[in-house]
């Protein structure tokens, strides 16, 4: 019986998204997206309005030493200029996009709860400074951050503009990991850390989403699906100029330690780690490689015919 009415229930939910869908669909909360550069079934209204969800303009940090947090709660984090800065999920699920600056370099950084997506870029363009809204739409169940400047909207992965005057562009990446806080403050001690202190009251102490992770259930539909992973299986994926490769996680966790690949000719060493469930790239000199992640079913949905990075059979533990 519980089970009828946790179907019945399930079903509810999707008929009421689907229904907030297609009511917002009809001024898509006024940005224009005549001319969408993509399929128009993959977009959809979110169900809140633009800035519904508040983008982080002002970001406070305290130092690691002084942030108390379990060791397995998961942070995003960066290295700009030799400085560190973690940013916990427990924040980023509130707010989606965290406009920052370090130095002299604005970045921001797009955590996408529905779609898994996490990316950073830096936030320049035409060589200027631009910030970054959420605009309460979503494509492929992904955040579509938009530009204050031009209102063009944005793909969390892959950083390009695919409606709006800047269609077509696409953001310079920058290294970004989701990791746990113990790995994170062990590697970077002396880095900073985002605090809840965001003049926004929301309970940050709360998940929103943790029931969402834990299932194979979307909140919106898309197209195409694929039962090859799980849906919410989490993906590297490598983008070399036009190509794209993804690595999900269970993949990856068939190699014990750092491997290469390549694309196109260039060598990249992947580092799995399990415990952690993160991954960092680094290119033939070392430096870190620009590798968001996302969940199966929204990278495959917009990217059905990209090459999917599979262990090989020596690799993998048999059962």
Same mark, same amino acid.
């Not at 015919?305 to 048999?318: E, G, L």
């Given at each position: 019986m519980?089970?009828?009415?946790?179907?019945w229930?399930a079903?509810?939910?999707?008929?009421? #998204?689907g229904?907030v869908?297609?009511?917002g669909?009809?001024?898509?909360?006024?940005?224009?997206?005549?001319?969408l550069?993509?399929?128009?079934?993959?977009?959809?209204?979110g169900?809140?309005?633009?800035?519904?969800?508040?983008a #982080?303009?002002?970001?406070?940090?305290?130092?690691?030493?002084?942030?108390?947090?379990?060791?397995e709660?998961?942070?995003?984090?960066?290295?700009?200029?030799g400085?560190a800065?973690?940013?916990?999920?427990?924040?980023?699920v509130?707010?989606?996009v965290?406009?920052?600056?370090?130095?002299?370099?604005?970045?921001v =950084?797009?955590?996408?709860?529905?779609?898994?997506?996490v990316?950073?870029?830096?936030?320049?363009l035409?060589?200027?400074?631009?910030?970054?809204?959420?605009?309460?739409?979503?494509y492929?169940?992904?955040?579509l951050?938009?530009?204050?400047?031009?209102?063009?909207?944005?793909l969390?992965?892959?950083?390009?503009?695919?409606?709006?005057?800047?269609?077509?562009?696409?953001?310079?990446?920058?290294p970004?990991?989701e990791?746990?806080?113990g790995d994170?403050?062990?590697?970077?001690?002396?880095?900073?850390?985002?605090?809840a202190?965001?003049?926004?009251?929301?309970?940050?102490?709360?998940?929103?989403?943790?029931d969402?992770?834990?299932?194979?259930?979307?909140?919106?539909?898309?197209?195409?699906?694929?039962?090859r992973?799980?849906?919410?299986?989490?993906?590297?994926?490598? =983008?070399?100029?036009d190509?794209y490769r993804?690595?999900?996680?269970?993949?990856?966790?068939?190699?014990?330690?750092p491997?290469?690949?390549?694309?196109n000719?260039?060598?990249?060493?992947?580092?799995?780690?399990?415990a952690?469930?993160?991954?960092?790239?680094?290119?033939a000199?070392g430096?870190?490689?620009?590798?968001?992640?996302?969940?199966?079913?929204?990278w495959?949905?917009g990217?059905?015919k990209?090459?999917?990075?599979?262990?090989?059979?020596?690799?993998?533990?048999?059962?």
């Amino acid at each position: 019986m519980r089970g009828t009415a946790g179907r019945w229930l399930a079903a509810g939910l999707l008929l009421a #998204l689907g229904t907030v869908a297609r009511a917002g669909a009809e001024d898509w909360n006024g940005f224009d997206v005549s001319n969408l550069a993509l399929p128009p079934a993959g977009l959809v209204h979110g169900g809140q309005p633009r800035n519904g969800i508040p983008a #982080l303009t002002a970001p406070k940090f305290k130092p690691v030493g002084e942030v108390s947090m379990g060791f397995e709660e998961r942070v995003v984090g960066v290295v700009i200029n030799g400085l560190a800065r973690a940013y916990p999920r427990a924040v980023l699920v509130w707010h989606e996009v965290v406009n920052d600056r370090i130095g002299g370099q604005p970045f921001v =950084i797009v955590y996408s709860p529905l779609s898994g997506a996490v990316a950073s870029y830096r936030a320049s363009l035409d060589g200027q400074a631009v910030e970054f809204g959420v605009s309460g739409l979503l494509y492929n169940s992904g955040t579509l951050a938009f530009d204050q400047g031009s209102e063009s909207l944005w793909l969390p992965v892959e950083g390009t503009a695919i409606a709006g005057p800047r269609t077509g562009q696409r953001l310079q990446a920058i290294p970004a990991v989701e990791t746990s806080w113990g790995d994170w403050q062990q590697r970077y001690p002396q880095g900073e850390v985002l605090i809840a202190d965001t003049g926004h009251d929301r309970p940050y102490g709360r998940d929103p989403y943790a029931d969402y992770m834990a299932n194979s259930e979307l909140r919106f539909a898309v197209e195409p699906l694929s039962d090859r992973y799980h849906p919410k299986e989490p993906v590297l994926v490598i =983008i070399d100029a036009d190509s794209y490769r993804a690595y999900p996680f269970v993949e990856l966790a068939a190699h014990d330690a750092p491997f290469t690949d390549r694309i196109n000719g260039t060598p990249y060493t992947i580092e799995f780690s399990y415990a952690d469930q993160s991954v960092r790239v680094t290119d033939a000199k070392g430096q870190p490689v620009a590798s968001p992640t996302e969940y199966w079913f929204a990278w495959h949905a917009g990217h059905p015919k990209a090459r999917v990075y599979t262990a090989p059979a020596k690799d993998k533990p048999t059962r």
